[in-house]
């Protein structure tokens, strides 16, 4: 037992010499406190420019014509006459389909024409001496309208077999074979017509009255983030989606270079005609966050020194362009924002202003923002 209270003195007794001298190292330091470190920022001065109000919305590039071409009349393929991806004007042979059999009805009808011609105009003159009667000579010539449409049914068919381009476009990819044998409707090649193009995109119901032809409309893909491409609304349905409360909307493309291409989805921004006031700071002066956006405020330091300190503050955005944003409420024309080294800052902060290794900001960056 003696041996146990032995132990629990020598315990509490290097306890509490550990407590000294935690308690000696914290008063050393209250004694020399560590210099308060001062961070770099880079900063920004609130200002006012006029924007033209805008219109957003994701869209589908959709070709001005577009079909995949298909036999009207089943046939075994004797020719093509296309490349994959190729240029083709209105009324360009694509591809040709066996017209033996039809070729050889045909000369066959041709004859049966010439006959019946030949009988009709021979009736004819005998009907003007009175040698036949009228209707002998009606027969003849019924039998010459029956021989022609004949001729020209099967005229049609070897037609149809010789397979056209239905407007000026660029071809897919050849989908069929020389030997073939394709049925009614079979797929040959994809034709789409991609100059002009448009573009198909929805508004909702409370834009509908600042939309109007001619508005000047710009789109962004995926495919070409570095691209802008300009158009103008052709097109606005006159009824709202009954489901969405939103109208249709066709813009169309000169699209010249043919880079969109129907199927494409794009982010379209309509360009209204006026112009507003609006309070402008850079992007990344914004801190997120589920209450609010805020960004911090840089003032003077009241000690003297060339620093600022920083005060956080809640705002309320707009519209973003670019590198920029709007700001509605919260901040005033000539206040000098954060706009570099925000989330190492917290409220009451001394903090040094060094613009010089900022990047440059702009309202059409390059590539855009996503």
């Known amino acids: 037992m003696r041996k146990v209270f032995i132990g629990i003195v020598i315990v509490l007794a290097a306890l509490g010499g550990l407590a000294a001298v935690k308690m000696a190292q914290i008063k050393t330091l209250q004694a020399n406190p560590m210099p308060q470190t001062v961070e770099t920022i880079a900063t920004a001065v609130v200002h006012e420019e006029k924007w033209p109000d805008t219109l957003s919305a994701v869209g589908s590039v959709a070709a001005a014509q577009g079909v995949t071409v298909a036999p009207e009349i089943a046939g075994a393929v004797s020719e093509i006459d296309f490349e994959s991806g190729a240029s083709v004007q209105p ?3 694509l591809l040709r389909l066996d017209t033996t059999s039809e070729e050889a009805q045909l000369r ?3 004859a049966q024409v010439e006959w019946a011609r030949v009988s009709a105009e021979r009736l004819r003159k005998l009907r003007e001496d009175k040698t036949v009667s009228q209707s002998e000579l009606d027969q003849a010539e019924a039998t010459l309208k029956q021989a022609t449409a004949n001729a020209d049914n099967i005229r049609t068919v070897i037609q149809k077999k010789t397979i056209r381009a239905p407007f000026g476009g660029r071809l897919g990819i050849r989908l069929v074979n020389l030997g073939e044998q394709l049925s009614v409707g079979a797929s040959i ?14 508004l909702p119901q409370q834009n509908f009255a600042q939309l109007k032809t001619s ?19 052709a097109a606005i349905n006159p009824d709202l989606d009954s489901v969405t409360r939103s109208v249709r909307v066709r813009a169309k493309f000169e ?19 006026e112009e507003n006031p609006v309070l402008v700071i850079p992007a990344t002066a914004l801190l997120r966050a589920p209450y609010g956006d805020s960004v911090f405020v840089a003032t003077p330091d009241q000690n003297g020194s060339t620093n600022l300190v920083v005060q956080s503050t809640l705002i309320r955005t707009g519209r973003a362009r670019g590198d920029f944003v709007g700001v509605e409420s919260g901040l005033k024309a000539g206040d000098r924002v954060v706009k570099d080294g925000v989330f190492k800052l917290r409220n009451g902060m001394v903090v040094h202003e ?17």
């Open 354 to 370: 060094n613009n010089g290794l900022s990047p440059d900001l702009s309202k059409n960056p390059n590539p855009p923002n996503s």
């Open 189 to 202: 090649v994809s034709l789409q017509s991609l100059s002009p193009i448009y573009v198909d995109f929805s």
């Open 108 to 110: 066959a009808a041709e």
């Open 91 to 93: 009324g360009g042979l």
């Open 255 to 273: 699209n010249r270079d043919e880079l969109l291409r129907a199927g494409m989805f794009a982010r379209v921004t309509v360009i209204l005609s």
């Open 215 to 233: 508005l000047k409309v710009h789109a962004v893909c995926d495919a070409y983030p570095t691209n802008v491409f300009e158009g103008e609304i």
